[in-house]
């Protein structure tokens, strides 16, 4: 690949709206920074896309050039593929937008907004798209991968309720992508991460969501295995308007927690409750039944809020490694995997979270889109986090140990949001399983090049044999 040098970074300038920013501009340092501070690459170059022309002449002359690209959204990226080291970084971080329609309940979100941006624009009207759980990641890398949360049981992923994308292509061109338009593509991207292009635009289809019910159960440790082999029958057949998802962690010294659980690891349950707000004790009565919880909390709460809570706890700068495997069941020996790895928790906020992604995303068929596990019931993440560099060894060797005995047990793939930096390429095989073939297929045909390769990249297919 070639480097970026003065002359180049000239010659961008002059065809770019937005700022271009070199390692020598004294903004460079601060706008290279991520969410995950573990990750720490100098790309040649910043370009703040400001519209949709903006990054069509960007990849023209990244391609042209024979630079190294790399797409950045919402920079919540855990592998850190938003920067590639002397390449250009194409940041959508300026095309913040959300336009709601409230009549057809779609919104039009653009390419660089965070889940933030989106949960605030809809909530006004009673509306909101199912995505994670942290409102500061971006709307961008979380669709394109899938997008699992609070409301999946309800409402399916996040790509199932993606109606049409803007696109740049490998090429410099413009597509608009649905069902009826580039379908083949529209396919691969609900799934296939950003393989395919830069994607300016997403439009959803909005949910009725306004006020949710919010509780948190904790039980100490000594009784996390009565709590999952209670959660693990209990979530596949309660109602799709509860979800809960499944955590051991160190308990934080802050409302609501009382001050004598204070940095006790603990197991526990995040709950969200859509349902008759007149219900909400019936549907968090059965928390007493697999044993006593040491801590119960539960309040009706704005859907924003819900979204943002842990965001305060989890800021971007930290030390982060995650990854992740799918899970059809619980075995009792994965519980005792769960066990050991929750007594080793390494530091204060290292966690492990089991979501749930049943109800509404298996009704989705599994040739339907690129997200290749519609029989999974769970998504776990191991993730090591901690605010000093000096740990960062630390708590990636729990997050790879706990993820390796674990793995045994899974379905053989991850969310592909959660594999790891460094994964192999076998890991992104196994992601998309028996679609793998096809999204090579349709990588051939938008970006037979591999120009974004800076993803969990899936190869272009060999062209066929003359």
């Given at each position: 690949m070639a480097n970026v040098d003065d002359t180049t970074l000239e010659a961008m300038r002059t065809v770019l709206r937005g700022p271009v920013i070199s390692p020598q501009d004294?903004?460079?340092?601060?706008?290279?920074?991520?969410y995950n501070a573990m990750i720490d690459r100098r790309p040649g170059a910043i370009v703040r896309c400001m519209d949709t022309a903006d990054v069509m002449n960007a990849v023209d002359f990244i391609r042209d050039h024979g630079l190294e690209l790399a797409v950045r959204g919402g920079g919540h990226s855990g592998a850190g593929l938003?920067?590639?080291?002397?390449?250009?970084?194409?940041?959508?971080?300026?095309?913040?937008?959300?336009?709601?329609?409230?009549?057809?309940?779609?919104?039009?979100?653009?390419?660089?907004?965070?889940?933030?941006?989106?949960?605030?624009a809809a909530h006004a009207f009673g509306l909101a798209v199912p995505s994670g759980i942290n409102s500061r990641t971006g709307v961008g890398g979380l669709a394109l991968g899938g997008g699992h949360g609070y409301l999946t049981r309800k409402y399916g992923l996040t790509l199932d309720s993606l109606l049409s994308a803007d696109v740049v292509l490998a090429d410099g061109s413009f597509v608009v992508a649905n069902e009826k338009e580039h379908a083949d593509l529209f396919w691969a991207l609900r799934g296939g991460g950003g393989n395919f292009g830069v994607v300016t635009s997403f439009t959803f289809q909005l949910h009725p969501?306004?006020?949710?019910?919010?509780?948190?159960?904790?039980?100490t440790l000594d009784h996390i295995r009565e709590v999952?082999?209670?959660?693990?029958?209990?979530?596949?057949?309660?109602?799709?308007?509860?979800?809960?998802?499944?955590?051991?962690?160190?308990?934080?010294?802050?409302?609501?927690f009382p001050?004598?659980?204070?940095?006790?690891?603990?197991?526990g349950i995040v709950w969200c409750w859509t349902?008759?707000?007149?219900?909400?004790?019936?549907?968090?009565?059965?928390?007493?039944?697999?044993?006593?919880?040491?801590?119960?909390?539960?309040?009706?709460?704005?859907?924003?809020?819900?979204?943002?809570?842990?965001?305060?706890?989890?800021?971007?700068?930290?030390?982060?490694?995650?990854?992740?495997?799918?899970?059809?069941?619980?075995?009792?020996?994965?519980?005792?995997?769960?066990?050991?790895?929750?007594?080793?928790?390494?530091?204060?906020?290292?966690?492990?979270?089991?979501?749930?992604?049943?109800?509404?995303?298996?009704?989705?068929?599994?040739?339907?889109?690129?997200?290749?596990?519609?029989?999974?019931?769970?998504?776990?993440?191991?993730?090591?986090?901690?605010?000093?560099?000096?740990?960062?060894?630390?708590?990636?060797?729990?997050?790879?140990?706990?993820?390796?005995?674990?793995?045994?047990?899974?379905?053989?793939?991850?969310?592909?949001?959660?594999?790891?930096?460094?994964?192999?390429?076998?890991?992104v095989k196994a992601t998309y399983r028996d679609h793998y073939d096809r999204l090579a297929e349709i990588k051939r045909t938008y970006d037979p090049h591999n120009i974004f390769h800076a993803t969990q990249n899936i190869q272009p297919a060999p062209a066929p044999a003359a």
């Open positions: 004294p903004e460079y340092d601060e706008t290279r920074k991520i938003c920067l590639v080291d002397g390449g250009v970084t194409v940041d959508l971080s300026p095309m913040r937008w959300v336009r709601v329609d409230p009549a057809t309940k779609t919104a039009q979100v653009g390419g660089g907004s965070l889940l933030r941006d989106l949960d605030h969501v306004h006020t949710v019910a919010v509780g948190v159960t904790l039980w999952l082999e209670w959660y693990r029958g209990f979530i596949p057949q309660a109602t799709e308007d509860l979800n809960g998802f499944f955590s051991s962690f160190v308990v934080p010294p802050e409302p609501p001050e004598e659980i204070h940095g006790k690891k603990m197991a349902g008759d707000m007149g219900r909400v004790d019936e549907a968090f009565a059965p928390v007493t039944e697999p044993a006593e919880p040491a801590f119960h909390f539960a309040a009706p709460m704005p859907y924003p809020a819900l979204q943002s809570m842990f965001d305060d706890l989890l800021p971007p700068g930290y030390q982060w490694y995650w990854r992740g495997d799918f899970f059809d069941r619980i075995t009792d020996e994965a519980i005792d995997v769960h066990a050991e790895y929750a007594e080793r928790i390494p530091t204060d906020l290292s966690l492990m979270h089991l979501y749930p992604i049943d109800g509404a995303a298996h009704r989705v068929a599994p040739e339907d889109t690129a997200w290749a596990y519609r029989h999974a019931l769970w998504s776990g993440v191991f993730a090591g986090i901690d605010p000093d560099p000096a740990n960062a060894g630390i708590v990636k060797q729990w997050c790879v140990d706990y993820q390796t005995a674990m793995h045994p047990h899974s379905m053989g793939g991850s969310y592909v949001n959660f594999i790891g930096e460094g994964e192999t390429e076998d890991r």
